[in-house]
C-alpha cells in the first residue's frame, strides 16, 4: 500500500502507542460484544460485527459506553465467536470489527487474518484515535468507515479530551491515501456541531481530498447524555445544502 508523502510524515510523528493487549505473546483480541448478522453496518454487505472493548474518550453521545473500559478477561472468546463463522459463510459477505475503538487492541490485525483465510471480507469501524495501528490494519481491510466527530481542532467538545482531533486528522490522510473503499462520517447535533465549526470541517475534508461525506442525525438513547436532549435531530436541508457548496458530495442518514 503506497501511503503518500503526507500520510508517511504524519506516521513518522511520535504517537502515543496504545497499550492494550501489547506484550511479546499474542493475546487474543478483546470482545465486549457481537452481532451475528447485519445488513445496515456496510452498505451491501451482510456482516457479522465484533465489538472490542475499549476507548479512552467520552463522547457525549457515546451509544456503548459499556465497551469504554477494558475487563481483566474478554466478556466473549474471541475464539469461539470465530469457530462460529465457517459454518454461516453462505450467509455472511464480510466481519466488520467495531468498538469501542478496535484499534485499542494489538490482536487485531492477527483477528482480521483470521477473518480473510475464512475467505470473508474485512470492514473497519474506528474513531481514528491511533494512526499507527490503523497503519497496521488498512492493508487488511476491504472497507473503512472514519468518524470524524468535529473541526480536527474542536474535538474537546466532544471526546472531552483535549488535542484528540490530531491522531484523526492523521487517520484521515491513512485513509484517503489507502485506496480502499471508506465512509467519512460525522454525527449531527446542533449544539456540538455549529454551523461555522461544520463549514470549516467540510472545507478541510474537501482539502484533504475528500470526495463524499455522510452526515448522521444525532439519535438519543439510553446512553447518550441527557443535555444532548431526547429528540432525533436530523440535519436540516438548508444546512445540508449550505455544506454542499463546498464540493462534497453528502449524505444524510
Ligand atoms: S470514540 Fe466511539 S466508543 Fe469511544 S467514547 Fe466516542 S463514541 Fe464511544
New binding site residues.
Given amino acids: 500500500m503506497n501511503l503518500g508523502a503526507s500520510a508517511a510524515a504524519v506516521l513518522s510523528r511520535p504517537w502515543p502507542a496504545p497499550s492494550a493487549n501489547d506484550g511479546p505473546q499474542p493475546v487474543p483480541l478483546d470482545v465486549g460484544g457481537f452481532t451475528p448478522l447485519s445488513d445496515t453496518v456496510w452498505p451491501g454487505q451482510r456482516v457479522a460485527v465484533v465489538l472490542v472493548q475499549g476507548?479512552?474518550?467520552?463522547?457525549h453521545?457515546?451509544?456503548?459506553?459499556s465497551?469504554?473500559a477494558r475487563t481483566e478477561r474478554s466478556p466473549q472468546a474471541w475464539e469461539r465467536l470465530l469457530a462460529t463463522l465457517p459454518p454461516r459463510l453462505g450467509q455472511l459477505d464480510a466481519v466488520v470489527f467495531s468498538?469501542?475503538?478496535p484499534t485499542l487492541d494489538a490482536a487485531l490485525p492477527r483477528a482480521m487474518m483470521q477473518v480473510k483465510e475464512l475467505g470473508l471480507r474485512v470492514g473497519l469501524q474506528t474513531?481514528g484515535?491511533y494512526p499507527n495501528r490503523l497503519a497496521a490494519c488498512l492493508p487488511l481491510v476491504d472497507w473503512v468507515a472514519l468518524?470524524i466527530?468535529t473541526a480536527f481542532e474542536a474535538y474537546k467538545t466532544?471526546?472531552s479530551v483535549p488535542v484528540s482531533g490530531e491522531p484523526v486528522r492523521a487517520c484521515l490522510d491513512l485513509v484517503l491515501g489507502s485506496g480502499k473503499d471508506h465512509e467519512l462520517r460525522t454525527t449531527w447535533h446542533p449544539d456540538l456541531l455549529p454551523e461555522a465549526t461544520l463549514m470549516h470541517l467540510a472545507r478541510t475534508l474537501k482539502a484533504a481530498g475528500a470526495r463524499h461525506w455522510v452526515l448522521q442525525a444525532y439519535h438519543p438513547d439510553a446512553c447518550t447524555e441527557s443535555c444532548l436532549g431526547s429528540v432525533v435531530c436530523h440535519p436540516p436541508e438548508a444546512l445540508v445544502a449550505h455544506l454542499s457548496q463546498v464540493g462534497l458530495a453528502i449524505t444524510v442518514r
Fill in positions: 476507548c479512552p474518550w467520552r463522547c453521545y457515546c451509544h456503548h459506553p465497551l469504554q468498538g469501542g475503538e474513531a484515535l468518524d466527530k466532544v471526546t
